[in-house]
């Protein structure tokens, strides 16, 4: 069974300044990887995905994640941020190949202050 | 091009009453999963369909629960005699075909309240 562990449930931070949220995962089997984002009452947001290949991966708002294979870990990076990134984003790992259900984190709150 | 429908986005039912949550995939996918989200917590898988099949039902609770995916029309999740501890968030979310590669798409949630 997989399992995710988001190691800060809110992290407040000021526009313009990098953040780093964290993610780690365990599994005894290859899985692939994700981050979502979640806005006040809507759904979950795909924001990007690691399946295979190049470690790093990149959103289209600046968002960028590494998959450490050695740390188990994935963590999301922003190295400047908006007001408008305030939202939950959640951490999720799937089996490779395999079974469809994504096993999430209990998410990260991000708040950005002015 | 719609994205993943569920109705009604909040529902409000008495203890020991039934609660049915609708969930009309994105245009094309053939693919539901249900997920659970209780307050101050990640989503938790409940359950994966096909079309007229059930293929994981792995997180759904054993008694009360229960869904379908028609060959025509939405998919449903069904509590029964609902109590307090079914307040949650519940998303569906559609994928296009099997494998991981094939994102899944979130609907916006029904909030289920439970008084």
């Known amino acids: 069974a997989q399992s995710v562990t988001q190691l800060d449930s809110q992290v407040p931070v000021f526009e313009e300044a990098p953040v780093e949220l964290r993610c780690n995962y365990s599994?005894?089997?290859?899985?692939?990887l994700f981050w979502y984002v979640q806005y006040p009452n809507q759904g979950l947001q795909l924001l990007l995905k690691?399946?295979?290949?190049?470690?790093l991966v990149e959103s289209i708002n600046g968002f960028e994640a590494e998959f450490n294979k050695s740390q188990t870990s994935f963590h999301l990076r922003k190295p400047s941020v908006h007001i408008s990134d305030t939202a939950e984003y959640f951490c999720a790992v799937s089996k490779a190949g395999g079974s469809e259900k994504l096993v999430f984190g209990k998410g990260t709150k991000l708040t950005v202050n002015p | 091009n719609a994205g993943v429908m569920q109705n009604p986005r909040h529902l409000v039912r008495r203890r020991g009453q039934e609660a049915r949550l609708r969930c009309s995939p994105m245009k094309g996918h053939s693919h539901v999963y249900w997920y659970r989200q209780l307050p101050e917590e990640g989503l938790k898988f409940m359950v994966y369909?096909?079309?007229?099949?059930?293929?994981?039902e792995s997180g759904m609770p054993k008694e009360r629960f229960s869904a379908e995916f028609p060959k025509e029309g939405p998919s449903i999740l069904r509590i029964q005699q609902v109590v307090r501890g079914d307040s949650a968030a519940y998303f569906c979310?559609?994928?296009?075909?099997?494998?991981?590669?094939?994102?899944?798409?979130f609907g916006d949630g029904t909030r289920l309240s439970i008084l």
């Open positions: 369909l096909q079309k007229e099949n059930i293929i994981d």
């Open positions: 979310a559609s994928s296009l075909q099997e494998g991981n590669n094939q994102p899944q798409h």
């Open positions: 599994s005894s089997v290859s899985v692939y």
């Open positions: 690691y399946l295979s290949g190049s470690t």
